[in-house]
């Protein structure tokens, strides 16, 4: 194109120098001899005539020559039979054989596509079991949220305690375990939860890839079945000159079988992997459950045993405020007898005084000092001691008494903590704590 763009006009002839021709000499053979048939009238010319051995000579050629024709033609014509043969038998014997190849090509093409439609099956069959496992992991989750509430209900109703019972007891340290193990609990379901869904994206992955797979040996094989039924007499067969070559992105054999082993390996071990997966799950619900059934068992026997300590604790008291409150009476009657008799005294001190006061009139030598005097200030000062004993242990007696109500307010008010503590363990944490869920909703069967 370049060439013809270049050009823009005609190019000259070359020129030839002229030169003469060689002159060609022909030579003519006389007809001399006894035979010839020359005269003088023709000296020097060929005659139109041909002797006699020239024509025999002539017939004896041609009939050489059509001998050899013919025998030439007729040995073109038995080999052209035998390479017809010869071409016809190689022609249906390839064919033969093409069509064996094509069989044996359809015979590997359905194992494999029977092996991947086989892995394709396990691989759906194994997605929907480990989804139900997934299932059983989302209900096993939600289902942990009421015992999570009932733990942490129970420890915020306990703080509500009055003291002396709001003590870090053995009932706290289990809800605490309890909490915190429910916790974990619902961490590694998380977990394995993602887990679940991660294999399940792979198992889907891996089933699009083997029915990708299948798919085309499924659409190969029908392409080749249609190969292996043609036939010379098929009316829909036409020349495809083109179609004579190897395509240079076509597979081998080897690469061939190897890509749909490698794919039915690798989602033989995407299965294998979610049946473990499975088995995991299976345990881990099933430790989950035994666990926190086990933890439910250990903290409702703490409450019990706590509580059984309360109400021992409240009987003893009540036993004890029962005494007080006797004791309390008694020593308000010994209380009042002491100032009954502090009072009785009252009479005998005044009439000791009295006589010491009228005796203190007597005139002169009279105003002795004999038995009479003595024994009367005798008498007053016992009196007085007497008095003073008697109130001294007035005020004994009546800090008995103050003591022993104070006593009695004490156990008043503890009997109305345990009364307190009891209700918040037995009638509200305990009670709570029979909608703990069972083994099978723990589990996620529910």
């Known amino acids: 194109a370049e060439a013809a763009a270049q050009l823009t006009k005609e190019p000259a002839p070359q020129a030839v120098p002229a030169s003469d021709l060689p002159m060609k000499?022909?030579?003519?053979?006389?007809?001399?001899?006894?035979?010839?048939?020359?005269?003088?009238?023709?000296?020097?010319?060929?005659?139109?005539?041909?002797?006699?051995?020239?024509?025999?000579?002539?017939?004896?050629?041609?009939?050489r020559e059509a001998f050899v024709?013919?025998?030439?033609?007729?040995?073109?014509?038995?080999?052209?039979?035998?390479?017809?043969?010869?071409?016809?038998?190689?022609?249906?014997?390839?064919?033969?054989?093409s069509v064996a190849?094509?069989?044996?090509?359809?015979?590997?093409?359905?194992?494999?596509?029977?092996?991947?439609?086989?892995?394709?099956?396990?691989?759906?069959?194994?997605?929907?079991?480990?989804?139900?496992?997934?299932?059983r992991l989302e209900r096993a989750l939600d289902a942990t949220k009421v015992p999570y509430a009932i733990a942490t209900d129970n420890l915020q109703c306990r703080e509500r305690r009055q003291p002396p019972d709001l003590v870090s007891d053995e009932v706290e340290r289990e809800l605490l375990k309890e909490a915190e193990l429910i916790r974990n609990i619902q961490e590694l379901?998380?977990?394995?939860?993602?887990?679940?869904?991660?294999?399940?994206?792979?198992?889907?992955?891996?089933?699009?890839?083997?029915?990708?797979?299948?798919?085309?040996?499924?659409?190969?094989?029908?392409?080749?079945?249609?190969c292996g039924r043609y036939s010379n007499q098929s009316t829909n067969i036409q020349f495809h000159p083109s179609s004579v070559k190897f395509e240079e992105s076509a597979s081998t054999p080897e690469t061939w079988a190897k890509f749909s082993h490698d794919n039915i390996y690798r989602a033989e071990q995407e299965k294998q992997?979610?049946?473990?997966?499975?088995?995991?799950?299976?345990?881990?619900?099933?430790?989950?459950?035994?666990?926190?059934?086990?933890?439910?068992?250990?903290v409702n026997e703490a409450f019990a045993k706590h509580c059984e300590e309360l109400d021992d604790t409240k009987h003893k008291l009540e036993y004890h405020l029962k005494k007080i409150l006797?004791?309390?009476?008694?020593?308000?009657?010994?209380?009042?007898?002491?100032?009954?008799?502090?009072?009785?005294?009252?009479?005998?001190?005044?009439?000791?005084?009295?006589?010491?006061?009228?005796?203190?009139?007597?005139?002169?030598?009279e105003l002795c000092r004999d038995e009479a005097q003595f024994r009367l200030i005798s008498e007053t000062e016992e009196l007085t001691e007497s008095?003073?004993?008697?109130?001294?242990?007035?005020?004994?007696?009546?800090q008995f008494l103050r003591n022993l109500e104070d006593t009695r307010m004490k156990l008043e008010k503890e009997?109305?903590?345990?009364?307190?503590?009891?209700?918040?363990?037995?009638?509200?944490?305990?009670?709570?704590?029979?909608?703990?869920?069972?083994?099978?909703?723990?589990?996620?069967?529910?």
């Open 326 to 365: 006797k004791e309390i009476g008694d020593q308000e009657a010994n209380v009042a007898a002491l100032k009954q008799a502090i009072k009785d005294k009252e009479a005998p001190m005044k009439v000791a005084q009295t006589r010491l006061y009228d005796r203190s009139f007597r005139p002169n030598v």
């Open 387 to 398: 008095t003073e004993s008697l109130k001294k242990k007035l005020l004994e007696s009546e």
């Open 189 to 226: 379901l998380k977990r394995t939860l993602m887990q679940a869904g991660n294999q399940m994206r792979l198992n889907r992955d891996h089933k699009e890839v083997c029915e990708m797979d299948w798919s085309d040996k499924v659409e190969t094989y029908n392409i080749d079945d249609k």
């Open 415 to 446: 009997i109305a903590v345990k009364t307190n503590s009891i209700f918040i363990d037995r009638q509200k944490c305990m009670a709570h704590r029979t909608r703990y869920p069972v083994v099978l909703k723990l589990a996620g069967y529910q």
């Open 101 to 135: 190849t094509l069989g044996r090509r359809l015979q590997d093409m359905h194992f494999w596509k029977t092996e991947l439609q086989k892995e394709i099956e396990d691989l759906d069959g194994e997605t929907g079991l480990l989804a139900a496992q997934k299932l």
């Open 273 to 298: 992997a979610s049946i473990s997966l499975r088995a995991l799950i299976d345990n881990i619900l099933h430790d989950v459950s035994e666990d926190l059934r086990m933890q439910c068992a250990v």
């Open 69 to 97: 024709s013919c025998e030439e033609a007729e040995r073109g014509r038995a080999e052209a039979k035998e390479l017809a043969q010869h071409a016809a038998a190689t022609a249906q014997r390839t064919q033969q054989h």
């Open 25 to 63: 000499v022909y030579e003519v053979p006389l007809n001399t001899g006894p035979d010839s048939s020359s005269g003088l009238v023709t000296a020097g010319f060929r005659t139109a005539k041909y002797l006699l051995p020239e024509w025999h000579q002539s017939n004896s050629d041609l009939y």
